[in-house]
């Protein structure tokens, strides 16, 4: 049982648009920024959103980030057979004093 | 460019210890924190512990605390993350990652896997 929801699953065909909800809590979402990982299958997770909203260098804009109270949102659009992946969610939490993941969500390309 | 290799791992019997290490490159080592995070084959992502960039503050999740040691040498470079009693549950792909300027994972290493049986 994660800290982090996110749905198992979610698709949608080429050039569409997906969205990932992230649920918690006072503790964690709401209180400290919020980032995206892509895990490719078989390989190391990778940053796509930091603090929120912000993409690292090289992320294309058709990933975005938001959070608004304790949800944060991943956006992906123009979907492409590429991002076909697990997504997580990840932040702290100031009651654990500990790191908390979502439970990944897998996008899949129709 | 930022890298992190994970090694130490391998197949070990329940109740041993194994100490895994993560040899940094690409930036200054010092100045920032490090984390240690797992994934159970065919599982999410599981946090596992984070040392401060100075190693004065260190936190651990409830399921490792009191068997695992994450520690730095700043000298080499190198994060460590002592493991003892380990148990079957603590079979998974133990990844790396530096922290960013707000704690959070940002480069990640390829991973080492640890097989308790």
């Known amino acids: 049982q994660s800290v982090l929801t996110q749905p198992p699953s979610v698709s949608a065909a080429p050039g569409q648009k997906v969205t990932i909800s992230c649920s918690g809590s006072?503790?964690?979402?709401?209180?400290?920024?919020v980032s995206w990982y892509q895990q490719l299958p078989g390989t190391a997770p990778k940053l796509l959103i930091y603090e929120d909203i912000k993409r690292p260098s090289g992320i294309p804009d058709r990933f975005s980030g938001s959070k608004s109270g304790t949800s944060a949102t991943l956006d992906i659009i123009g979907l492409q057979t590429g991002d076909e992946a697990d997504y997580y969610c990840g932040t702290w939490d100031s009651s654990l004093s500990a790191g908390v993941f979502g439970g990944g969500t897998q996008v899949t390309v129709l | 460019q930022v890298q992190l290799v994970e090694s130490g791992g391998g197949v070990v019997q329940p109740g041993r210890s194994l100490r895994l290490s993560c040899a940094a490159s690409g930036f200054t080592f010092r100045n920032h924190g490090m984390h240690w995070v797992r994934q159970a084959p065919g599982k999410g992502l599981e946090w596992v512990a984070v040392i401060w960039y100075d190693g004065g503050d260190r936190y651990y999740a409830d399921s490792v605390k009191g068997r695992f040691t994450i520690s730095r040498d700043s000298s080499k470079n190198t994060l460590y993350l002592q493991m003892s009693s380990l148990r079957a549950e603590d079979t998974a792909v133990y990844y790396c990652?530096?922290?960013?300027?707000?704690?959070?994972?940002?480069?990640w290493g390829q991973g080492t896997l640890v097989t308790v049986s």
């Open positions: 006072t503790s964690n979402i709401r209180g400290h920024y």
């Open positions: 990652a530096r922290a960013d300027g707000t704690v959070a994972p940002d480069y």
